[in-house]
């Protein structure tokens, strides 16, 4: 299976040619704005050093948050656009599974925390062997209170730094978000309604969108 995996929805924009489980090209460049100017010439280099045409793909994966609200939006029109031209599957992938997802083999209970650019962060909770909590936003100190009371709970996240959480419970990104998107997105049905392309937000935006933008 060919993905085309998209990520501008943490602090990059990222493409990444995936194939049958393999990386075939990815490009990712740090960066916090500007995703808007980078991300389709990003997608067309992506794609011709890869050596395909988007007739080859057999679907897209996008983040769809939470995240950067810009980015996400710029995210999901280029894949949706992509994807409306291509006649291909766009399949959103939210940034709370790609986390838990990257360390699927840690037995212990898993707290994502993810940068929200506020004081409040945006945390979910796996408890090792049941379903994950309901997502939600938390202080700092209201993070440290929760690992507090379960000590063995490991972090996993790009907000665990700002949660300030001692280094010795947060689990390292095993690989780009968009590499993860793509294993995720080849895993589950092209029309699985829990992957549609919808920006996920846990807070308004704020900014305001001009009538017709959206």
């Not at 990712?28 to 100017?37: H, K, L, S």
């Not at 810009?70 to 940034?95: H, M, N, Q």
Request: aromatic share 6%; hydrophobic share 45%.
């Amino acid at each position: 299976m060919r993905i085309l995996s998209i990520d501008c929805a943490s602090a990059s924009c990222a493409v990444v040619a995936w194939e049958d489980g393999q990386v075939r090209t990815q490009l990712i460049e740090t960066m916090e704005r500007g995703q808007d100017a980078r991300l389709m010439p990003l997608v067309l280099a992506v794609m011709d050093q890869s050596s395909w045409g988007f007739d080859d793909l057999d679907r897209l994966a996008v983040t769809r948050g939470p995240g950067s609200f810009t980015g996400i939006r710029i995210g999901l029109a280029t894949a949706r656009g992509t994807g409306f031209t291509a006649s291909k599957p766009v399949l959103g992938i939210d940034r709370f599974a790609i986390h838990h997802a990257q360390q699927n083999n840690s037995p212990k209970n898993l707290l994502v925390v993810l940068e929200s650019r506020r004081q409040e962060l945006y945390v979910r909770a796996y408890p090792a062997g049941l379903d994950p909590a309901e997502a939600t936003m938390l202080l700092p100190d209201e993070i440290t209170a929760m690992l507090a009371q379960d000590p063995a709970m490991m972090i996993a996240g790009d907000g665990a730094a700002s949660a300030g959480v001692d280094a010795s419970r947060v689990l390292p990104a095993t690989e780009p978000e968009a590499v993860t998107a793509a294993m995720l997105a080849a895993q589950v049905e092209a029309d699985d309604p829990a992957f549609l392309p919808r920006p996920y937000y846990l807070r308004a935006p704020d900014v305001t969108i001009k009538k017709g933008c959206a």
